[in-house]
């Protein structure tokens, strides 16, 4: 066999999906470890299966590897103990699930662990647990206390069966039809490798306590009576609603138990028990098929005729009077009466023979009896199931016709909307069939504007011919000169009128009636120069008839203007071809201009949308490095609170809200994207921000909690990505749902709103006069500590000289700075605290308004409290360091102490600010001045250690080697005494904090609210 195909059976096998395991992909696996001797393959393909992290998979693993267990080479329990190790961790993290598929991998675990470890101490037992009598006893070795030993495990053996039993009918809602459907098949599949297990540890343990019993006194066993009682009522019960379930009785014949357990006080009893048979009908053969009695075995009913035919064989050896008494040997005919002996005792053991079989036919009978009237019951529980499911069907068919019936509305609803779609797509395709007839019409019109000026060229050229022919006298000439000129101008201007017109008629294409209009109004003064010119044309043809008289008399000197006249018709005419190719030059010009801005615009909104895909990328690329950041090692010392955190959210949810107007306005305007980028840009900063602090916030609560709390963030990743992925399609914007999205943050916040401390449950009055108590009695204990630093830095300078002095002015000179630097820092707080209460309470007075925002304000107290208290510990340690009974590192970390509980009080004062805050500046500005002053003790601190203290010359010269040597051993010693000292502090200081943690969560009321999610 392939092991490739043995490889992907084991996947197809074990996969994701809540459906039970296919029969062939297990028989392939089982196959597979006969066909290597072992189970290398099995375990090289589930190495790789993500089982700590799906827990589907995990249970259909432990499905198939019990398959594997019984029915495999018996080389796989020695192959899988190796991964022991790796099962007990995973059914140990499994474990801290308390419901669903976690809670019972977590059990099967446990059940397959305690399997393998039973079939390792007992080799002889098989996985499939099939044993004879015979060799039940050779397990034993007949020793009481190795039967003894092996009920014991035998006990916990059928102890974890029971457990999964009741963990899968306890996960399972018995009220409905679970085992016809997909995901109640897969949690009860594994159940028939339980069923097969349980009946044959059931057997064996009965026929073992009978074994003890009779070796053993009855108090002895006692303890074991007790637990097989309780084994056997919790069997029996799970047997019998396993029986009753549809998904066995196609699959599994199982065995009812007797009314009651078997009395092992009366060694009889043995006789009467009936080891339990599993039927497995798709099988052709069941494991338990030996302890089935075939009928061929059993005594025929004519059993009482055969003792008639041995006595007649006796009467035949032995005479009449043998019959009349069989036993009196007395008168046999010649007969010896060792031959009689042995014919006698072969009778008699022939006749106990019959009767045993006949005792065995009659317990047979029995039992067969009892099995059919146990399948008479299963046969009326199936035929009430059947009743309950038909009624069941009734009820889904009657649900399944009001969905239909909804169906049908929403497929009418589909289909009106289907036609509103077709009607607009009709309107829309007349728009563009209008708008292609009034494209069609303009160049219509620009032709016969085009036919206009040719006949108008035309005319004018026959009026010129006329004149010409005309102009007899030289006063009539310039006459007709001068109005041939005036013609020639008009007939210019309305030809630059005419251009002019068009341009603008091109510029305006946007608008088709206004281009229709100004084209009709072209046309109209063309009609009207073209009957002026009619009208002049008549007048010159009156005219003629005056002038013709006269032409005889002007035919020289027409002869003379005639060349004259051709010089001025060739310049006109070279003039309106110029102005012709001048106006086509135009109109080209117009064109290439119209061509570039539909360019530009597609380029403008291909811009556009690259700008939006810009600004989705970058977002998804902020939630992508938020997700990741999660599952990074690093991450897990970074920490948040529960408040930030509700901030965070609310603020997502606001940027949410803007996100899909401004995605509105787009669809409804697509020139506003700057808008929507903006948007894009700042929901992914904020979402993925809310992602970092919530995995932050769940390193600091309890497990169950940050379990949920990690499950919604990467939900809140997940809807995001997802909301961004459908932004990048064009035709799938307008669809874009963030809904479920709305819904993660809204969890988040959820969640962050049940973290936060409850606070002290103060009164209104209470809880103002506090923060105005708190913010004085801070301002007291600074200037205290002030004025008790500056009576030191006088004693000092009176009492010590030298480099002691300067030190204790350095250090004292720091302090005073950083008690002033505080100073400062608790006057721009309250200063900011005033701001905040005038522009936040409205018509509220300032004690409502502290009680209205009570969470804020225990953190100013608390915040208060921690500075207060930092500056008298810190001036008592400055105090021990100058008199020399302190540690100059008392003093450092008083410091850094001051410093963590002034930026708490500055984190609470400025969570309500408003950002422009002048006495916020101020604030951060005397934040920046108490850092700055921390760092200058820590430095004076450690300048003034490093002046005080000796280091000893390390003086080797006079030391002989074995002096080094046990100077060298006696430092390692110190060196290692010195680290686990530091080891063990490190581990008490962590508790501190953990201990720090849970007090300070008592009396914020984290606790309680624990208990009430609980």
């Not at 679970?178 to 009946?199: E, F, K, N, Y």
Request: proline share 2%; aromatic share 4%.
């Amino acid at each position: 066999m392939d092991l490739s195909k043995i490889a992907v059976s084991i996947n197809k096998a074990i996969n994701t999906q809540e459906v039970a395991v296919k029969e062939k992909h297990a028989r392939t696996c089982i196959l597979g470890t006969h066909h290597e001797k072992g189970a290398h393959t099995f375990w090289a393909a589930v190495n790789r299966l993500p089982l700590s992290s799906n827990a589907v998979l995990c249970w259909k693993f432990c499905h198939v590897f019990h398959k594997l267990l019984r029915d495999g080479h018996p080389n796989v329990i020695k192959d899988s103990m190796r991964n022991k190790a790796d099962l007990t961790d995973m059914s140990r993290m499994w474990g801290h699930l308390s419901e669903g598929y976690g809670k019972l991998c977590s059990i099967y675990l446990k059940l397959l662990i305690t399997k393998m470890e039973f079939h390792i101490k007992n080799p002889r037992f098989p996985g499939n647990l099939q044993m004879s009598n015979r060799q039940l006893d050779e397990a034993g070795e007949n020793d009481v206390n190795n039967f003894f030993q092996l009920t014991v495990e035998m006990f916990d053996y059928l102890e974890c069966e029971l457990n999964l039993f009741l963990g899968v009918f306890s996960s399972l809602d018995m009220s409905r039809s679970v085992s016809v459907t997909a995901a109640g098949q897969c949690r009860l599949a594994p159940l028939i490798q339980v069923i097969l297990d349980s009946s044959h540890l059931y057997d064996y343990t009965v026929k073992l306590l009978f074994k003890l019993h009779s070796c053993l006194p009855a108090d002895t066993l006692q303890g074991h009576r007790d637990r097989f009682q309780e084994q056997f009522k919790k069997l029996k019960s799970l047997f019998y609603r396993s029986s009753n379930l549809q998904y066995f009785k196609r699959l599994i014949q199982i065995p009812q138990l007797p009314e009651n357990p078997p009395n092992f006080l009366r060694a009889s009893a043995l006789s009467e028990h009936i080891s339990p048979v599993v039927v497995i009908p798709a099988e052709s053969s069941s494991p338990e098929s030996e302890h089935v009695v075939e009928t061929d075995d059993l005594v025929d009913t004519d059993i009482p005729a055969l003792p008639a035919a041995v006595e007649t064989k006796f009467d035949d050896l032995f005479g009449t009077s043998a019959a009349i008494d069989p036993f009196n040997f007395n008168s046999q005919n010649g007969m010896r009466k060792d031959d009689k002996d042995r014919l006698i005792e072969q009778l008699t053991r022939e006749i106990q023979a019959l009767k045993e079989e006949l005792e065995s036919f009659r317990l047979e009978s029995g039992r067969l009896c009892q099995a059919l009237r146990g399948r008479v019951s299963e046969l009326e529980a199936e035929l009430a199931e059947q009743s309950h499911l038909r009624l069941q069907a009734v009820g889904e068919s009657e649900f399944l016709k009001a969905e239909l019936d909804d169906l049908r509305r929403v497929r009418e609803d589909t289909e009106k909307e289907q036609r509103s779609l077709t009607e607009i797509e009709r309107k829309a395709q007349a728009n563009e069939q209008r708008y292609t007839k009034l494209k069609e019409k303009y160049t219509e019109l620009v032709q016969s504007h085009a036919d206009l000026l040719r006949k108008n060229a035309e005319v004018t050229r026959q009026m010129t011919v006329a004149r010409a022919a005309q102009d007899e006298v030289e006063a009539v000439r310039k006459e007709m000169q001068e109005k041939v000129k005036a013609a020639h101008e008009a007939a210019d201007r309305q030809e630059r009128e005419q251009v002019d017109q068009l341009q603008e008629l091109q510029r305006e294409l946007v608008s088709s009636r206004a281009e229709l209009d100004s084209l009709k109004t072209s046309m109209a003064s063309s009609q009207q120069s073209t009957e002026v010119l009619g009208t002049q044309l008549s007048a010159l043809e009156s005219e003629k008839a005056e002038l013709v008289q006269t032409l005889s008399k002007v035919e020289a000197e027409l002869a003379a203007r005639g060349e004259e006249l051709e010089r001025v018709q060739s310049s006109l005419a070279t003039e309106r071809e110029s102005g012709v190719k001048t106006a086509e030059a135009l109109q080209n010009q117009l064109n290439e201009k119209e061509s570039r801005e539909q360019a530009l615009e597609s380029q403008l909104v291909a811009a556009r949308w690259s700008s939006l895909q810009g600004a989705v990328d970058e977002a998804e690329k902020i939630i992508k490095d938020s997700l990741a950041q999660i599952d990074d090692p690093a991450h897990i010392s970074c920490t948040s609170s529960a408040d930030y955190l509700a901030s965070r959210c609310q603020a997502s949810l606001d940027c949410v809200g803007r996100l899909h107007s401004a995605r509105d306005a787009f669809l409804a305007d697509n020139t506003g994207v700057s808008e929507l980028v903006r948007v894009v840009t700042q929901c992914g900063h904020l979402v993925g921000d809310t992602i970092v602090q919530g995995s932050a916030t769940s390193h600091m609560v309890p497990v169950e909690q940050a379990d949920a709390l990690s499950e919604s963030v990467k939900l809140c990743g997940a809807e995001a990505l997802s909301l961004l992925g459908h932004m990048k399609q064009q035709d799938g914007l307008a669809a874009v749902d963030d809904g479920k999205l709305r819904a993660a943050l809204e969890a988040i916040l959820a969640t962050a709103e049940k973290l936060r401390p409850r606070g002290l449950e103060l009164q209104q009055g209470e809880l103002g006069d506090l923060v105005e108590q708190e913010m004085a009695a801070t301002s007291a204990a600074v200037e205290s500590a002030a004025a008790r630093i500056e009576e030191m830095l006088n004693k000092s300078r009176a009492v010590d000289t030298g480099i002691k002095m300067e030190v204790n002015e350095r250090i004292l000179g720091s302090c005073t700075e950083l008690m002033q630097a505080i100073k400062e820092l608790i006057l721009s707080s309250k200063d900011l605290q005033r701001d905040i209460v005038e522009s936040g309470r409205g018509a509220a007075t300032m004690k409502e308004f502290y009680a209205k925002n009570s969470r804020w304000t225990e953190g100013l107290i608390s915040a208060s409290k921690a500075v207060g208290w930092g500056a008298t510990v810190m001036v008592d340690a400055a105090d021990l360091v100058v008199q020399g009974k302190g540690k100059f590192e008392e003093l450092m970390v008083c410091s850094h102490e001051i410093a963590a509980s002034t930026a708490q009080l500055v984190a609470a004062s400025k969570v309500k600010a408003d950002k422009d805050s002048s006495n916020l500046h101020r604030l951060q500005q005397a934040s920046r001045g108490v850092t700055q002053a921390t760092a200058a003790v820590v430095a004076s601190t450690k300048s003034g250690k490093s002046q005080i203290e000796e280091t000893d010359t390390m003086d080797f010269s006079s030391m002989t080697l074995t002096q080094i040597k046990r100077q060298e051993m006696d430092a390692q010693v110190l060196v290692l005494e010195l680290e686990t000292r530091l080891q063990k502090e490190r581990e008490r200081l962590g508790e501190l904090r953990k201990k720090h943690y849970e007090l300070a969560g008592v009396a914020e009321g984290w606790g309680e609210e624990e208990e009430g999610t609980g």
